[in-house]
């Protein structure tokens, strides 16, 4: 009695704990141990205790190699009898007003911090372990699995997540992952899987004077740390992002790939940041019901940013059309540059074909020379044929091309759906005297078209009834504005 008399005398920030669905953390003093729960979920088992031992000795190895002073070592712990009745991994304490999380929540200025722990984390994947078996959790259909194990593992839980939420949720990341298996093969040729962290949390990181402090690396299955460097951070972005920080995320991401010479496209980030979410969102399920009810509220908040993220990262393919003198090569641009897509224009396709340079001339008659029905066919095919490639590597694209033909429309939407891409279709429209003066005034321009051709072509439109008419007679941030509102319907 005598004993705990004294240790209720002590300073109260002298002690502490902290608690997951897996483990528990005490902190004694400059000293922080961590036991691991005797649990077993889908994805861990921690019952026996020779299981929770090698744990232990793994998690010391493994997170030496970010914080190598941080981590002390492996503690038995004995029981009256001698016995050896639990094994603890002893941690240099961290100093709490330090964290990464609480930082964040006090709103203190954080933009170098963030560059810090992002060019740190691209030197450990540059030089992390990589190989054969870490490629094979690379994969494609490796991805989806993780995908479906949290699916099956959230499945109880639904309701807390909110069951519509986590049906779009796999019904987006099965969508995203069936067309990009060229992506990830990629991402495996580059070297971009590696035997990384697979847990980065801010309340885990620490921003020392000297340096990021990053702890608790997953260390229970080593298939579950073989990921993607982009993948590996994209879960510090996620924290960030739902502790209210976008702009942090979007540095800590933008540094990173500048860092890591990494040409990922946006949607894969976005992909990767919903995974995580999703993760999360799973591990709050599992808190819940181990009797937290604080954790309904995270869970339903890192579903929801999951969904959120699948959206955005929505790969398209987009048709941009309407008749010579509509804007649609202005709209069509801006469209790619607001949603960093790749852009193909019919009229540079039509004259690299023909071996021409963009401006020079090809005018002809109508449906002559490189106009002529055969050579617009080659072109059509071209568009899709180039956009095939960057569809499957998660690059949305836009196609500039007048569209008036159903036969062309259909082949784009076969495409659209071969590579499990939304299509969207966007016909651009301009009164006839606006498009006149416009094929007047413009010099220059890739395009060959005259008024003549222009009410030539009129005659040869296909009703579209399946686009969203696009009014451009005004200004081109007007006609963006207008695109972009039905995008994001």
């Known amino acids: ?99 990464l999380e609480t930082l964040v929540r006090h709103d203190e200025p954080l933009a170098d911090t963030v560059r810090g722990i992002a060019e740190t984390l691209a030197r450990f994947h540059r030089d992390a372990a990589r190989g054969e078996a870490l490629e094979n959790e690379g994969t494609r259909d490796a991805i989806r699995r993780r995908w479906h194990d949290s699916f099956a593992e959230i499945a109880p839980h639904r309701r807390v997540v909110g069951t519509t939420v986590a049906e779009r949720v796999e019904e987006l990341s099965d969508t995203y992952l069936a067309g990009r298996e060229p992506l990830f093969a990629d991402r495996i040729a580059e070297g971009r899987i590696v035997d990384g962290h697979g847990d980065l949390l801010s309340e885990d990181i620490f921003c020392l004077d000297d340096g990021p402090r990053i702890l608790d690396c997953l260390e229970f299955d080593d298939r579950l740390r073989a990921v993607d460097g982009l993948d590996d951070v994209a879960f510090l972005a996620m924290d960030l992002e739902r502790l209210g920080a976008p702009e942090l995320a979007a540095l800590l991401l933008d540094t990173y790939v500048t860092a890591s010479a990494d040409p990922a496209p946006a949607s894969l980030r976005h992909h990767f940041v919903a995974y995580r979410a999703f993760v999360r969102a799973k591990v709050a399920c599992l808190r819940h019901a181990q009797g937290d009810p604080r954790a309904a509220d995270l869970a339903h908040e890192h579903a929801s940013l999951a969904l959120a993220h699948l959206r955005e990262g929505v790969v398209r393919l987009i048709l941009v059309g309407g008749l010579p003198g509509t804007g649609k090569s202005t709209l069509s641009e801006a469209i790619a540059h607001r949603l960093g897509a790749t852009v193909f224009t019919s009229d540079r396709v039509r004259k690299e074909l023909a071996g021409l340079e963009a401006t020079e001339s090809g005018a002809a008659e109508f449906e002559r020379g490189i106009y002529s029905p055969d050579h617009t066919e080659r072109t059509y095919a071209e568009l899709l044929r180039r956009s095939e490639g960057r569809l499957a590597r998660g690059e949305t694209v836009v196609l500039d091309a007048s569209w008036i033909s159903t036969a062309h429309r259909e082949a784009a939407a076969a495409l659209a759906a071969r590579t499990d891409s939304g299509l969207e279709q966007l016909e651009c429209w301009a009164p006839p005297a606006t498009m006149a003066r416009r094929l007047r005034e413009r010099s220059g321009a890739v395009s060959d078209a005259t008024p003549e051709i222009a009410q030539r072509l009129t005659d040869r439109l296909n009703p579209w009834p399946e686009s969203h008419r696009v009014l451009t007679a005004g200004s081109v941030e007007g006609s963006l504005t207008q695109a972009l509102a039905h995008l994001r319907e």
């Not at 005797?38 to 232990?56: I, K, M, S, T, Y």
Request: glycine share 8%; hydrophobic share 40%.
């Open 1 to 99: 009695m005598a004993h705990s008399a004294g240790f209720a005398r002590l300073p109260p920030e002298w002690v502490g704990l902290r608690e997951t669905h897996i483990g528990v953390v005490f902190f004694v003093g400059d000293r922080a141990y961590k036991l691991k729960k005797p649990v077993a979920f889908g994805f861990v088992d921690f019952r026996d205790l020779h299981r929770r031992e090698v744990a232990c000795h793994r998690e010391v190895e493994l997170n030496r190699r970010l914080a190598p002073d941080v981590y002390d070592g492996v503690a038995d712990l004995v029981g009256p009898d001698g016995a050896v009745c639990e094994h603890l991994v002893v941690m240099r304490r961290m100093p709490e007003q330090r964290r």
